[in-house]
């Protein structure tokens, strides 16, 4: 039995899809699916059980003989949300707590990081998962905190050799993009917000700079496509020897212009941008730059090549977004 928590969600729902496309039918989603079409998300896959989060761990203790791996994907996301006390305990309670888990119960857990935990930058994009190299990093809001904070135990209960799960992978994912991202609102990817604004007025916005280093739409990212997270994934879950904290992202930083474009190009219409003021309350913890360094998991064995982000957009606009179904 394989267990994803935030099943119902963006990358777990893609994740879901991966598994059932090797013959995997064992699939439990840990979720709430609300009142709006999130349950869309899961439509298409078979599964075992959907089972509201506060029910988890007692489903967790029911079938623990039959669990092989959880793939802990459910979190508050959402790097506006001010609630702090919330976060804690949808994010860094809550994953410490399916850590202790399957360290008792002889699960594999494979959990969701972020490159939120890099903060502005300023001390790199290496994923050394080390105390020393954690300790400087500075997330720049709750939900970076939220997730290197679970780092930085993880890796102390690593380093003092208590109970661990017979494997452990933390993801520390990028800025990922693809279908069944729909019920996200505003945290949904750029490419779902300015498509529908190029299909009503012809133009795509974006923000303006607000650092002497960047032009208007030259603020940069590590754009990746969802398809690669959910390959590296299934990488993890294929190697069971391998543990550790890891990046995953394309590896490439690319601008924010080159996403429009890439946008205007797969729908065969040239480029149209214009620039919007950013709201204040973003501009003091905007991040200008980040870019995966691939290289440990690299090192660890994953191999398979990484989607260019113009062969993304193309994919992810043509299949889903123009599609009567946008459903993965």
């Given at each position: 039995?394989?267990?994803v928590?935030?099943?119902?969600?963006?990358?777990?729902?893609n994740?879901?899809?991966?598994?059932?496309?090797r013959?995997?039918?064992?699939?439990?989603v840990?979720?709430?699916?609300?009142?709006?079409?999130k349950?869309?998300?899961?439509?298409?896959?078979?599964?075992?059980?959907?089972?509201?989060?506060?029910?988890?761990f007692?489903?967790?203790?029911?079938?623990a003989a039959?669990?092989d791996v959880?793939?802990?994907?459910?979190?508050?996301?959402?790097?506006?949300?001010?609630?702090?006390?919330?976060?804690?305990?949808?994010?860094?309670a809550?994953t410490?707590?399916?850590?202790?888990?399957?360290?008792?119960?002889?699960?594999?857990?494979?959990?969701?990081?972020?490159?939120?935990?890099?903060?502005?930058?300023?001390?790199?994009?290496?994923?050394?998962?080390?105390?020393?190299?954690?300790?400087?990093l500075?997330?720049?809001?709750?939900?970076?905190?939220?997730?290197?904070?679970?780092?930085?135990?993880?890796?102390?209960?690593?380093?003092?050799?208590?109970?661990?799960?017979?494997?452990?992978?933390g993801?520390?994912?990028?800025?990922v993009?693809?279908?069944?991202?729909?019920h996200?609102?505003?945290?949904?990817?750029?490419?779902?917000?300015?498509?529908p604004?190029?299909?009503?007025?012809?133009?795509?916005?974006?923000?303006?700079?607000?650092?002497p280093?960047?032009a208007?739409?030259?603020?940069?990212?590590?754009?990746?496509?969802?398809?690669?997270?959910?390959?590296?994934?299934?990488?993890?879950?294929?190697?069971?020897?391998v543990?550790?904290?890891?990046?995953?992202?394309?590896g490439?930083?690319r601008?924010?212009?080159?996403?429009?474009?890439?946008?205007?190009?797969?729908?065969?219409r040239?480029?149209?941008?214009?620039?919007?003021d950013?709201?204040?309350?973003?501009?003091p913890?905007?991040q200008?730059?980040?870019?995966?360094?691939?290289?440990?998991?690299?090192?660890?064995?994953?191999?398979?090549?990484?989607?260019?982000?113009?062969?993304?957009?193309?994919?992810?606009v043509?299949?889903?977004?123009?599609?009567?179904?946008?459903?993965?």
């Amino acid at each position: 039995m394989i267990v994803v928590t935030g099943g119902a969600g963006f990358i777990g729902s893609n994740l879901l899809r991966g598994l059932e496309a090797r013959g995997l039918h064992d699939l439990v989603v840990i979720d709430r699916l609300g009142t709006d079409e999130k349950w869309r998300n899961i439509a298409k896959r078979e599964l075992a059980a959907v089972v509201p989060p506060e029910e988890c761990f007692a489903f967790l203790d029911a079938h623990a003989a039959e669990i092989d791996v959880i793939f802990h994907l459910g979190a508050i996301s959402s790097t506006t949300e001010t609630d702090a006390d919330l976060i804690n305990q949808s994010n860094f309670a809550l994953t410490l707590k399916l850590f202790d888990w399957c360290a008792w119960r002889g699960a594999r857990l494979i959990y969701a990081s972020s490159a939120a935990t890099y903060g502005d930058g300023a001390a790199g994009f290496d994923d050394d998962g080390g105390l020393d190299a954690l300790a400087k990093l500075e997330p720049l809001n709750a939900y970076g905190w939220s997730k290197h904070a679970t780092d930085r135990r993880i890796a102390r209960l690593v380093e003092k050799g208590g109970p661990l799960p017979p494997q452990w992978v933390g993801l520390k994912f990028f800025n990922v993009y693809g279908p069944n991202e729909y019920h996200k609102g505003g945290q949904k990817s750029v490419v779902a917000h300015i498509l529908p604004q190029i299909e009503a007025t012809g133009r795509a916005r974006l923000f303006k700079s607000y650092h002497p280093d960047y032009a208007d739409g030259g603020q940069l990212r590590d754009f990746v496509w969802v398809g690669d997270i959910v390959e590296i994934m299934l990488w993890a879950y294929d190697h069971p020897a391998v543990s550790g904290l890891f990046n995953a992202g394309s590896g490439q930083a690319r601008s924010f212009a080159d996403l429009a474009k890439a946008v205007f190009a797969a729908l065969n219409r040239a480029p149209a941008i214009e620039f919007i003021d950013m709201p204040e309350s973003l501009r003091p913890k905007y991040q200008y730059f980040t870019e995966a360094r691939m290289d440990r998991l690299r090192a660890a064995g994953y191999d398979k090549p990484l989607t260019a982000l113009e062969d993304g957009v193309a994919t992810y606009v043509r299949d889903y977004l123009l599609r009567e179904d946008p459903y993965a």
